[in-house]
């Protein structure tokens, strides 16, 4: 289980973290040594607040779901517009940011022929 992980990513206390799930520091500490597994009540509360999916915290990989705890808030804004998005302007979304990489490119090739490299 990757709670701990969590956990101090978070910079948070094992007795932050039991208060939250109303428990004992004793008790979760348990949780984190894997000597006794988190209810599902217990799961959700974790996930909400770390914001992730319950599968992350249990270290299952499900490779079509997206976990939002690895982005940045602006990462995960722009998903959460390009959610509500139809095809047509996906469409213009994905050529968009080709364009912005094919841009980043030349500059970085500028640079480098304006260094002598």
């Known amino acids: 289980m990757k709670i701990k992980e969590f956990?101090?990513?978070?910079?948070?206390?094992?007795?932050?973290?039991?208060?939250l799930l109303n428990t004992s520091q004793s008790n979760y500490s348990k949780y984190e040594?894997?000597?006794?597994?988190?209810?599902?009540k217990t799961l959700i509360r974790l996930s909400d607040y770390f914001h992730?999916?319950?599968?992350s915290l249990l270290e299952?990989?499900?490779?079509y779901l997206l976990d939002k705890s690895i982005l940045t808030n602006e990462q995960s804004?722009?998903?959460?517009?390009?959610t509500n998005l139809n095809r047509e302007q996906c469409m213009l979304v994905d050529a968009y940011i080709e364009g912005l990489k094919v841009g980043q490119q030349k500059r970085?090739?500028?640079i480098k022929k304006l260094k002598g490299e």
């Not at 948070?12 to 208060?19: F, G, L, P, R, V």
């Not at 992730?52 to 599968?55: R, V």
């Not at 804004?77 to 390009?82: A, G, Q, R, V």
Request: hydrophobic share 25%; net charge negative.
């Open 7 to 19: 956990r101090i990513k978070n910079n948070y206390s094992q007795q932050e973290i039991a208060k």
């Open 52 to 55: 992730t999916t319950i599968d």
């Open 108 to 110: 970085e090739e500028t």
């Open 77 to 82: 804004n722009l998903i959460d517009k390009i």
């Open 33 to 40: 040594r894997n000597e006794i597994e988190p209810d599902l």
């Open 60 to 63: 299952h990989e499900v490779p």
